[in-house]
């Protein structure tokens, strides 16, 4: 974590700390107890538990900065820590859709409460270092908004009835996109992370350093249905060639033979909205990395490395199909030149293993938890998706998820060598 955004001891500051908090409630609103409590899959984690865990961690690393503080409720941290190793044990996340108790109710007292507690906080006034504590809490909870829609998703998916979340995903295009072409990126030496003095950023996007760019292109846009489609209809998912050693065993084990949401008439995909027809001109998403590395192989290309992502998207500005966009979808890109919908609508795929930076070094304590000891098997994603707060992405972040993962709103931008 670098210098603070976070407003110190501002009304600016406990107005954007308000806003955030009461967007993630705003998510949840038409929602009832049913809903909140669901968790469809170990990976996933019920609405009531994101509304619950994220106060918590305003709990624990923002009041609990205080030996002095004494929590309301000390038999909720063993409940809702999620995987911070060195503050205590926790509940396993698989089961955390048995958790009846406390109600959905006792969970929004308990955020009003702490709520009122942090404003109180911030109105007498922060030092520099729980300023950033703050900060860090709402990049976290920015997080579990887009995990609460893609969890919500997967639980409502998983319901036969395919209940609708809000119907206001867009309607297809109707339109061609930009024909698909390659880019030259730099060649040479560049250099990524994040920039000193330029707000918050998290440890994983430390420090800026110095890399080498070898001749490559990169496409102009995303890849869409109609493309992917392709792809299922001559035979990618049954041809052991293209994919990744365990990329085909989990094809194999799991069944797979189009996208997650796809459905079997391959003419229509279950969104946030309900069933919709599906949009060919709209990017494909809910891919694994194992399939939109066996997409590139099929298409002649490969996936873009992260440097090669960030060193293209520096000097575009961070705009696109946002959460604030309430599509909750991807949408067909209109037509344009240059590198189009490289932030917004679905996250990338890299070929970039999720390792650490030259000169790595997490945050000191509990906070050094967040990121670094994650840096095993997962691969990066960068620019955001529709399900994103805008005010939360920037070009040097580094999402990262295990390479079998379909559940994000994840998707594909080919390269290729040059």
Not at 130 to 148: F, K, P, S, V, Y
Not at 320 to 333: D, S, V, Y
Request: hydrophobic share 35%; proline share 7%; glycine share 8%.
């Amino acid at each position: 974590m670098t210098a603070s955004t976070f407003a110190v001891h501002t009304e600016d500051g406990i107005a954007r700390f308000m806003r955030i908090r009461r967007q993630t409630l705003a998510l949840c609103a038409g929602l009832g107890a049913e809903d909140l409590m669901v968790q469809s899959m170990p990976d996933a984690s019920p609405g009531k538990w994101h509304l619950a865990h994220t106060t918590w961690f305003f709990e624990q690393f923002v009041l609990g900065y205080d030996p002095a503080y004494r929590s309301p409720h000390p038999a909720w941290h063993y409940l809702f820590n999620s995987y911070y190793e060195s503050v205590g044990p926790m509940h396993a996340r698989p089961q955390r859709g048995l958790l009846s108790r406390p109600a959905l109710e006792e969970v929004r007292d308990y955020r009003s409460r702490i709520d009122e507690a942090v404003g109180e906080l911030i109105a007498r006034g922060l030092d520099a270092a729980l300023a950033d504590r703050i900060e860090l809490g709402l990049q976290h909870e920015q997080q579990h908004q887009e995990l609460l829609l893609t969890d919500l998703k997967h639980a409502f998916w998983s319901n036969p009835l395919r209940p609708v979340y809000r119907d206001t995903t867009a309607p297809a295009s109707g339109s061609k996109s930009s024909p698909l072409h390659f880019l030259p990126g730099r060649e040479g030496p560049v250099e990524i992370g994040h920039r000193d003095g330029s707000g918050f950023a998290y440890d994983n996007e430390t420090p800026r350093h110095r890399t080498w760019l070898t001749a490559h292109l990169l496409a102009n846009r995303l890849v869409t249905n109609s493309e992917y489609l392709a792809f299922v209809r001559e035979g990618g998912y049954r041809e052991a060639s293209l994919w990744l050693s365990d990329g085909w065993a989990t094809v194999q084990r799991e069944g797979w033979q189009r996208p997650l949401y796809w459905q079997e008439d391959l003419s229509s995909e279950f969104t946030l909205a309900g069933i919709r027809e599906l949009d060919p001109q709209a990017p494909v998403c809910h891919i694994s990395y194992f399939e939109a590395d066996a997409f590139a192989r099929w298409a002649g290309a490969r996936l873009p490395t992260e440097a090669e992502w960030e060193d293209a998207a520096a000097d575009l500005p961070v705009k696109g199909n946002f959460q604030e966009a309430h599509h909750f979808h991807p949408i067909a890109p209109a037509h344009g030149e240059g590198l189009q919908q490289m932030y917004g609508d679905v996250w990338e795929w890299t070929a970039s293993p999720y390792v650490n930076y030259p000169g790595f070094k997490p945050l000191p304590g509990a906070l050094g938890e967040y990121n670094g000891k994650f840096m095993n098997g997962q691969w990066v994603l960068r620019g955001g998706s529709c399900a994103t707060p805008h005010d939360h992405i920037r070009t040097s972040y580094r999402n990262f998820f295990p390479p079998h993962a379909r559940w994000q709103f994840a998707g594909i931008r080919l390269g290729k060598d040059r």
